[in-house]
């Protein structure tokens, strides 16, 4: 099993890897879109600014949305989340991938009473059942950095809470994202990164 | 609900963590990657690893302690002490800090935050303050505490949430290792005063302490080293007398 770690100077990658390694799935970081033929996932993580995704070029999008239609996975982190979207206020002239409908905007609607960025472990709800998050119970506690998030709607597999409700994750068939960092949610984030992984490997395992 | 977290720090010499009281008269408590483990099974929110005598020749123990910790912990982790520009940032995220915490490289050259906020994203720059009461205003010390900046705290920390830190760790100095409560005061007139997340430090000696600081002190995050580190109070405990006075926790 081949996970590729698109590699687009947004953060550092170490904690992903990191976390990747730990529940033993070989991570790749492709130099190329070509490098994407071969992979049985792609994993967008992504911190800052939405900005950042004007790397992820035309010639990558195209990767990826080429790994999706072989049957591949495909899971957006944090701004990588956010990119999966048609776009973002934060970065109203960068173009999401668009295959979750709607657009990011930020946290709190500029009022003053919230502290932006939300960050810290906040509560899950899930809306409905999810590959994602199965054998995770409602209420569980993940870890979030960030001040823009996607509205909920039916692609969401689970939905926080900060001054407003927003999709903390979206599932809609092989695309899946999560606006919280699974590979710093201790337990509960790497038994969210372990169903994504198992799911991976079932599709792999398929295709042979 | 957002939880208010409880960080716990640990002051890293030589490889072995430690803790003063008052910033001197360091003594021994233990192998930091067995401490960092057994707060996560309590429960730890985030973990802070502190260098608290840098020096040139010893960054290379250090990211061998900050990997030994990042291998097996998947919660944040903060790296701080003797970070002085990019090449010291780079060295210990490389290693698996999350977040990296300035201090006096920060007040000597407040560019430096822009510059690893650019790099890292700004909720990787924490600015570490340490604040010392000063009549009815609270002066900033750099130099691990030993030399005044000649700076008001709650200016500094704006200065430094404008300039793109991501987090503010604010230490009173006067409470340190003291275990009489963290200054409420200090920590409150920093939290009105930015919009970023205030990690309130120095004092904590009982439960109502956190009480205190997280309703009084508004703070959104307290850390604290020695009540932890030899076992007087656990973190599971501590978040269940939080929970009990309706502070958001998170319950694992």
């Known amino acids: 099993m081949s996970i590729a770690l698109v590699d687009y100077g947004a953060g550092n990658l170490t904690s992903v890897r990191k976390a990747f390694a730990y529940l033993g799935a070989g991570v790749l970081v492709p130099a190329t879109p070509g490098d994407l033929d071969g992979v049985d996932a792609v994993v967008v993580p992504g911190v800052g600014h939405f900005q950042a995704t004007r790397s992820l070029t035309p010639e990558w999008r195209a990767a990826i949305l080429g790994s999706l239609d072989r049957g591949r996975p495909l899971l957006g982190i944090c701004v990588g989340m956010q990119w999966l979207y048609e776009g973002s206020t934060e970065a109203p002239d960068c173009e999401g991938l668009g295959v979750i409908p709607g657009r990011c905007t930020r946290l709190g609607g500029g009022s003053d009473a919230l502290k932006v960025p939300h960050v810290g472990w906040n509560t899950l709800a899930m809306p409905r059942d999810s590959l994602l998050f199965e054998g995770v119970p409602p209420e569980a506690s993940v870890y979030f950095t960030h001040s823009y998030a996607g509205p909920v709607n039916e692609a969401t597999a689970a939905v926080t809470e900060y001054g407003e409700r927003f999709a903390a994750a979206v599932e809609q068939g092989l695309v899946m994202g999560v606006q919280f960092h699974p590979e710093k949610s201790g337990a509960t984030g790497l038994r969210i990164l372990s169903n994504f992984l198992r799911r991976v490997s079932s599709l792999a395992a398929a295709a042979v | ?252």
């Not at chain 2, 998947?74 to 060295?91: E, H, K, Q, T, Y």
């Not at chain 2, 008001?152 to 949430?161: H, L, N, R, S, T």
């Not at chain 2, 409560?181 to 930015?194: H, K, M, N, P, W």
Request: charged fraction near 25%; hydrophobic fraction near 45%.
């Open chain 2, 1 to 252: 609900m957002l939880a208010k977290r409880i960080i716990a720090c640990l002051d890293v010499r030589n490889g072995q963590v430690v803790k003063g009281i008052n910033f001197e008269g360091l003594r021994s408590a233990g192998d930091p990657a067995a401490l960092a483990r057994r707060y996560n099974q309590e429960g730890i929110d985030e973990l802070v690893i502190l260098d608290v005598t840098a020096t040139i020749e010893k960054r290379r123990a250090m990211a061998a302690t900050v990997g030994a910790v990042a291998r097996e912990l998947f919660i944040p982790l903060c790296v701080g002490g003797g970070i002085r520009d990019s090449g010291d940032a780079s060295a210990v995220v490389d290693a698996g800090a999350d977040k990296v915490s300035l201090n006096t490289a920060a007040l000597a050259d407040p560019t430096l935050i822009t510059v690893l906020a650019g790099q890292y994203g700004s909720q990787a720059v924490i600015v570490a303050i340490d604040a010392k009461r000063d009549g009815d205003r609270f002066s900033v010390y750099a130099r691990s505490g030993t030399t005044a900046a000649g700076r008001d705290a709650v200016e500094w920390a704006k200065e430094a949430e404008d300039r793109g830190a991501g987090e503010i760790l604010l230490t009173s100095i006067d409470r340190d290792g003291t275990k009489s409560g963290f200054d409420c005061e200090l920590t409150a007139a920093v939290s009105a005063a930015v919009r970023i997340p205030v990690i309130a430090s120095g004092g904590a000696g009982s439960f109502d302490d956190f009480v205190d600081v997280f309703t009084t002190g508004r703070a959104d995050a307290a850390l604290a080293a020695s009540i932890f580190h030899y076992a007087e109070h656990g973190v599971a405990d501590l978040k269940t007398h939080l929970q009990r006075r309706n502070i958001p926790m998170r319950l694992s």
